[in-house]
């Protein structure tokens, strides 16, 4: 007969086994099975994600569960934070709604998934809950999509993957340089209208930073980068002479513009706040 001591031992042991279970899939990315719980139809597991960015793949889904998106460190700042996801174009077998302490709101219905669609919505809208539909035969189906943290400007909507389309303040600018993912000075050389977006064609004299290669090299002696960047439809940009100063994030392998100040406006702004010693960074105009 186990003594008391060590029948408390072992109950406490069972109970850890048991908590480390239901957290471990705090990490940046899942794949489970719903033929873990099938014939449990009604469970519902909770999965925790805490990255800025990863992915989720839910094979032969039945039951439901749900998706805990947070920042992996806590600040006031993470209210402020959007989530985007983007479902893959195999996604099928589930609708994905938002549930708000037990209330649900239809984000994805299973038809929608398919188009590979972006959709943003504020961390404070709640939790991913995603219900397997009832079907006959699951082995065809695969619940996948990415997500990405999102820190939008100030103004910003938070359904949405874009900046907003009024010009950056000279502040905004002077942060923007220091923290964003990719910084270039260059031309428009094109502009193509697309469904709910607008496709700009760059050419970059100087590729100042970039997260990841949105940018390619053309080589040759007279090295220059060239690429697109994106931006919201009703921003109508056009095809213009001169030099900007792009900046803007990556999103899902995409550049999105955040701002774009021609180039010699940002250099006096630059320049004067150098002069005042108020530059949050340095770049080397030269």
């Known amino acids: 007969m186990l003594s008391p001591f060590l029948a408390y031992f072992l109950s406490l042991v069972v109970l850890c086994r048991i908590a480390c279970s239901q957290y471990s899939s705090d990490q940046c990315s899942w794949r489970g099975s719903g033929l873990t719980h099938e014939g449990h139809t009604r469970d519902v597991e909770q999965v925790y994600l805490r990255c800025a960015q990863g992915y989720l793949e839910w094979l032969y889904p039945t039951g439901a569960i749900i998706v805990n998106l947070r920042p992996n460190t806590l600040s006031p700042a993470a209210s402020l934070l959007s989530v985007c996801i983007k ?53 065809r189906k695969i619940t996948a999509f990415q997500y990405e943290l999102v820190n939008h400007r100030p103004g910003a909507d938070p359904q949405s993957l874009s900046a907003p389309c009024q010009p950056c303040t000279d502040t905004e600018v002077l942060l923007a340089v220091c923290t964003s993912d990719f910084v270039a000075r260059g031309n428009i050389l094109g ?8 496709s700009v064609t760059v050419s970059l004299s100087r590729l ?79």
């Open 87 to 139: 479902p893959s174009a195999e996604s099928s077998g589930t609708h994905i709604y938002l549930d708000r302490l037990g209330k649900l709101r239809l984000l994805l219905r299973e038809e929608d998934q398919a188009e590979g669609r972006v959709h943003c919505f504020s961390i404070q809208d709640g939790a991913l809950f995603i219900e397997a539909v009832p079907q006959r035969d699951i082995s």
């Open 208 to 286: 100042y930073r970039q997260k990841t290669q949105v940018f390619v090299s053309g080589g040759g002696r007279a090295k220059r980068w060239t690429g697109f960047v994106k931006m919201p439809s009703q921003c109508r940009v056009k095809p213009g002479d001169g030099e900007f100063l792009f900046i803007g994030t990556v999103r899902f392998g995409e550049a999105w513009l955040s701002c774009a100040p021609r180039y010699k406006d940002f250099l006096r702004v630059y320049q004067d706040a150098e002069q005042r010693g108020t530059n949050p960074c340095h770049l080397d105009t030269d």
């Open 191 to 198: 502009v193509a209208e697309e469904e709910d977006q607008t």
